[in-house]
């Protein structure tokens, strides 16, 4: 996994996975969640304004920017590794990392 390409890891059915956001998946996630900028999409989850399909269209939006070639209706079946915080967790990580560069290390 490589941060400094925006990557973050999600585990789906005990299979890691690489999700990142690339700008034809951040055009598709812009759709999705119906907003008016990229921008109006960040505030909402910097304001905790975000829903259940909010979290679920971006972490779609990164696994299909990683790779993977599925949809929403694939996840409603598969068990996150750390259930639905961690699905919001790396959704605000996916965002995060998409538009900042990592600090050093």
Do not use: C, Y
Not at 48 to 70: E, M, P
Not at 75 to 98: F, K, N
């Amino acid at each position: 996994m490589n941060p400094w390409a925006g990557e973050v890891a999600l585990t789906l059915d005990g299979q890691r996975h690489v999700a990142r956001l690339t700008l034809g998946s951040l055009a598709e996630l812009e759709a999705a969640m119906k907003a008016d900028s990229l921008m109006a999409l960040i505030q909402r989850f910097e304001e905790s304004r975000f829903t259940t399909r909010d979290v679920l269209a971006l972490i779609v939006a990164g696994l299909r920017g990683g790779g993977w070639s599925g949809s929403a209706d694939d996840l409603r079946s598969v068990d996150i590794a750390g259930g639905p915080m961690e699905a919001a967790r790396v959704a605000a990580q996916l965002l995060a990392r998409a538009f900042s560069v990592p600090e050093a290390v």
